[in-house]
């Protein structure tokens, strides 16, 4: 994984914490599933939280913006971009953050 690639992942996960989607502190993030060519791109994954004990869950994380590879990722500056707090949360078991462009 690239610098750029881990920043990105690195920032989402305090965006994700500071979101108050889920009242806990974001550990990890793991992306396993890309599904690129689609608005908005979709990647599925796993991600733990600690409160106070860890906590896996599966995730579903959609970017509204057509991305073509991973690599794309690289270029996300998290900053000018929001979790929608409305349309993210749980899903059963897994949590589905839905990024948008401020």
Request: charged share 30%; hydrophobic share 35%.
């Amino acid at each position: 994984m690239t610098e750029k690639k881990l920043n990105f992942w690195t920032e989402l996960r305090f965006e994700i914490t500071n979101s108050g989607i889920f009242e806990a502190y974001c550990d990890w993030i793991e992306p396993k599933v890309y599904y690129f060519d689609l608005k908005p791109t979709t990647i599925e994954g796993k991600i733990g939280f600690l409160n106070p004990d860890m906590e896996e869950f599966k995730f579903a994380l959609t970017i509204d913006k057509k991305i073509k590879d991973s690599s794309e990722i690289e270029s996300i500056d998290i900053k000018h971009w929001a979790i929608e707090k409305y349309s993210s949360g749980f899903n059963r078991n897994t949590l589905e953050i839905n990024l948008i462009k401020k």
